[in-house]
């Protein structure tokens, strides 16, 4: 009998629905906007990282992941205009 969670522990063997994000590329540029102190800004991650996400990355324009998906998916979503 397998055990069952019970919402306060996490099984190991729980299949979850979250799917996480992360990039070297991006944490590589990131690094290279480090303020005074040498600290990445907390908001300005967070900002760069929600961007890349959901697909229009900050970096797009210099960065060889982005342009290596583009060219393997060529189709690219448009952003739709409504006149009212």
């Known amino acids: 009998m397998k055990p069952k969670g019970n919402g306060l ?3 190991v063997d729980d299949k979850s629905q979250d799917s996480g994000f992360f990039c070297m590329k991006l944490v590589g540029f990131l690094n290279k906007e480090r303020n005074d ?4 800004p907390p908001d300005l991650w967070e900002k760069r990282f ?3 996400k ?3 990355c900050f970096y ?3 960065c060889p992941v982005y ?3 583009r060219k393997a998916h060529p ?3 448009q952003q739709l205009t409504f006149d009212f």
């Open 75 to 77: 189709i690219q979503p």
């Open 9 to 11: 522990i996490e099984l």
């Open 50 to 52: 929600n961007e890349a």
């Open 60 to 62: 797009r324009n210099t």
């Open 67 to 69: 342009e290596r998906t």
């Open 37 to 40: 102190q040498g600290i990445i």
């Open 54 to 56: 959901t697909g229009v």
